[in-house]
């Protein structure tokens, strides 16, 4: 179990940064809490792995400190930090059966025998490998190769993290499912901290108990998925996390109102002017737009309807911009024009893409 800090910790793949975009990792100060399942979540380039190869040790930041259970490893290489890692791509022995590759990290730290034995043996149980042991590597699938990657990342009882980095890219989808679950029980059983690269929103809302989102080389919300969801910290959050993500309109915001075009649309509390520098944007997710009665709420112009199922997604316009709500799957959807209506409470505001607090509200 290790407890891991990144004090003020930025990096640039420049040898002379000088501005801001030279950094694939801007400044951040973090605690990341011992035995968490942490997901680092994010778009292609947005620094993911370089965050997670500098807390492995495989790249020295050029600003900064990174620390495990208050000890400075900034400069030590990954072998003195008691990590385990798993790769996107296998890192097996294709000469070793399946047994020897699972037993390859404790034998080269001189386990004993018995506890070796243990140890592969509820790790191939977990993974579905029994039937496999004695199989050489070669020869295996790319799914069952990864399979012992992830078990020879897992074996190891006394590491203090185990860092996976995209590991199931070349997991079949349904045996995605089984994995990621079984990743799980394995971190609520062994309190082990875990940080998990991902850049699908599903992989990480449903291994995590918190994503860390990261967005141009900056980490923009850590919270857990509900946090996420009911409280974007960045207009990238509620875009990136959702489906359909969280709608972000152009808004002036007067007091407890957001203008919208026509649309004046109450906010849960007052907001102080935001001042005329910033772009004043407002976001309201899907879910907490419904249709409204009468002359309530604002008129949108209805675009098309899907029918997902569950639910509808209705697909609007409001000021010439796209605006998603969804609706009951039985609700009779008028014609003739539609008005929709927004829960103040989850109408948030934000300056230049980070959320304002209310006055008044947290
Ligand atoms: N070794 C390197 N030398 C120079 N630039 C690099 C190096 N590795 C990454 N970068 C740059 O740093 C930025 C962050 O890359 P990084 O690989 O950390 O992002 P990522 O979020 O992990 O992306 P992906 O999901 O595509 O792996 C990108 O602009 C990338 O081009």
Redesign the pocket.
């Known amino acids: 179990m290790a407890r891991i800090e990144l004090n003020r910790l930025a990096h640039s793949?420049?040898a002379h940064p000088s501005k801001p975009s030279d950094f694939?990792?801007k400044e951040m100060t973090h605690t990341w809490e011992h035995g968490g399942a942490y997901a680092?979540l994010?778009?292609?380039?947005?620094?993911?792995?370089?965050?997670?190869?500098i807390i492995s040790g495989l790249?020295t930041p050029s600003q900064g400190a990174v620390l495990f259970d208050g000890r400075d490893v900034t400069r030590l290489p990954t072998e003195k930090r008691n990590i385990a890692q798993v790769f996107q791509f296998p890192v097996i022995y294709d000469t070793m059966t399946v047994a020897q590759n699972l037993a390859f990290p404790l034998k080269n730290r001189g386990v004993d025998r018995a506890t070796i034995d243990r140890r592969i043996a509820e790790v191939s149980r977990m993974l579905g490998l029994e039937r496999e042991m004695n199989r050489p590597a070669r020869g295996l699938t790319a799914d069952m190769k990864q399979k012992i990657s992830l078990g020879r990342g897992l074996v190891r009882a006394d590491v203090g993290a185990i860092l996976f980095?995209?590991p199931l890219t070349v997991i079949d989808p349904h045996m995605k499912w089984l994995l990621r679950a079984q990743l799980k029980r394995v971190h609520e059983e062994s309190d082990v901290t875990m940080i998990y690269?991902t850049?699908d929103q599903t992989e990480a809302l449903t291994f995590a108990d918190k994503v860390v989102v990261?967005y141009d080389?900056e980490v923009v919300q850590l919270g857990t998925p509900q946090e996420l969801f009911e409280r974007p910290e960045h207009t990238f959050v509620g875009y990136f996390i959702g489906s359909p993500g969280m709608n972000v309109l152009p808004a002036r915001i007067e007091g407890d109102r957001a203008h919208v075009g026509a649309a004046a649309i109450p906010l849960g509390a007052g907001y102080a002017p935001l001042g005329a520098a910033v772009k004043s944007e407002i976001g309201i997710r899907p879910e907490f737009l419904r249709l409204a009665a009468g002359t309530d709420g604002f008129s949108v112009a209805l675009k098309r309807v899907e029918d997902i199922g569950r639910h509808k997604i209705l697909r609007c316009e409001l000021d010439g911009r796209p605006l998603a709500a969804i609706a009951p799957e039985a609700a009779e959807i008028p014609a003739d024009g539609i008005r929709l209506s927004a829960d103040p409470a989850h109408v948030h505001v934000y300056a230049d893409g980070h959320r304002v607090p209310a006055a008044g509200r947290a």
């Open positions: 793949y420049k694939a990792l680092l994010g778009p292609s380039g947005c620094g993911k792995t370089t965050l997670l190869n790249v980095d995209e690269v850049h990261m080389g």
